[in-house]
């Protein structure tokens, strides 16, 4: 069964950090670009983050705070966030899109074949 599983969310205050997973069963992550977005309430889906073979990409509101990676081995794929502000506060969700397909110009994938459920993080005092 194809699954991707994120984990890692909470509740953290202005300026705290979290470290948000996203573990992939019945299928290998080697051959897939990985997304990590972000849904707020009442605000449409966002790209945050995404990871390929040789690109990296993060959006503007979060460049120098968050940072991706992928552990091949695990079959995971993190998503570091620092420096966290109100704003980040939203359900983040990761997904993957095989590698080859076609990307915009951020080098991110247009479209992806799977995606997570999502997890919750809240950032309030």
């Known amino acids: 069964q194809v699954q991707l599983v994120e984990s890692g969310g909470g509740l953290v205050q202005p300026g705290g950090s979290l470290k948000l997973s996203c573990t992939a069963s019945g299928f290998t992550l080697d051959y897939y670009a990985i997304g990590w977005f972000r849904q707020a309430p009442g605000k449409e889906r966002e790209g945050v983050s995404c990871?390929?073979?040789?690109?990296?990409y993060y959006a503007d509101s979060v460049k120098g705070r968050f940072t991706i990676s992928r552990a091949n081995a695990k079959n995971t794929v993190y998503l570091q966030m620092n420096s966290l502000k109100p704003e980040d506060t939203a359900v983040y969700y990761c997904a993957v899109s095989k590698i080859g397909r076609s990307t915009s110009v951020t080098g991110c994938a247009l479209a992806y074949d799977y995606w997570g459920q999502g997890t919750q993080v809240t950032v309030s005092a």
């Open positions: 990871i390929s073979t040789n690109r990296l």
